[in-house]
């Protein structure tokens, strides 16, 4: 077992948020799903943006929310200059129903303000407004993507607690992937969780995911039980290629899918999106 995947000695206790169920269940509103990360720079809000756009070709009503609070890039990825932000929400300045947009792939967003100091800590004045907008738009949506921070602060924490299903992206890089074993530690411990879905992005090989994945389970069995006295269970939902087309796409802020939609790593995260409808989503009338 590749010295990568043994886990951190000192994996840093993280701040327990309110203990908060799931917002929405199946068949009563959107499916909540959370994409995390346990490091920054893995390419999750990439993947967050694209797979909204491989959802909504597949008929979901899907909406994305940059719940990265302090340091929101959603609207970079997707090209957008929004007048109005989730800052304007919470400040009452404005509705919520005009902070929601369009984007390119026709899915909505809901974006929030680079820099936003007073909300890089989860007060209980923020808990509530981002419950108030979870509760508001749930029932609007088929799918709700939450394009959470990276990390274990108690705001990643609660956000990703509002879900019902979580998306870790990580990459075959030794500190992605120590990482995303200590965000799943917390998932486990702090949130009860019984499963976590993984996405390998930057595959350079394909099976390297699915084998990432294998070995990361394994330290898992030995070192994390859940509530239930089980090992956490990992659920490799797909791997994203390492492709040149990427970089591109990110450079020019376009959304992979709309630019080169036949290059392999758009082409994965359409099978990705099939995965999610076929296993998570109540299908569409």
Do not use: W
Request: charged fraction near 15%; aromatic fraction near 4%.
């Amino acid at each position: 077992m590749s010295d990568a995947l043994s886990p951190p000695n000192n994996t840093p206790a993280a701040p327990v948020p309110p203990t908060t169920p799931p917002v929405s269940a199946p068949g009563t509103g959107a499916r909540i799903i959370a994409v995390t990360s346990g490091k920054g720079g893995v390419g999750k809000t990439f993947v967050s943006a694209n797979l909204a756009a491989a959802l909504t070709r597949r008929g979901q009503r899907v909406l994305v929310l940059d719940a990265d609070l302090g340091l929101a890039n959603l609207d970079v990825v997707l090209n957008l200059h929004p007048k109005i932000t989730l800052h304007d929400v919470f400040t009452g300045k404005a509705a919520l129903q005009d902070a929601i947009i369009q984007a390119p792939g026709g899915f909505s967003v809901l974006l929030a303000g680079s820099g936003m100091v007073e909300y890089s800590r989860l007060t209980p004045e923020v808990r509530n407004q981002f419950l108030n907008v979870i509760q508001a738009i749930t029932p609007k949506y088929d799918v709700v993507l939450l394009d959470t921070g990276a990390g274990i602060s108690d705001v990643v924490l609660f956000s990703v607690s509002l879900a019902s299903e979580v998306l870790i992206v990580a990459t075959p890089e030794p500190t992605s992937l120590t990482d995303a074993y200590a965000a799943i530690k917390v998932l486990a411990m702090q949130q009860k969780r019984q499963h976590v879905r993984m996405v390998i992005n930057q595959a350079a090989r394909p099976g390297d995911g699915r084998a990432i994945t294998s070995q990361l389970q394994q330290v898992l069995d030995r070192f994390v039980s859940t509530e239930s006295g089980r090992a956490m269970r990992l659920i490799h939902m797909g791997d994203i290629p390492a492709d040149p087309a990427v970089r591109g796409a990110v450079m020019r802020r376009q959304l992979l899918l709309l630019q080169t939609p036949g290059c392999a790593a758009a082409l994965a995260i359409a099978q990705l999106a099939n995965k999610i409808e076929s296993t998570l989503l109540v299908p569409t009338a």
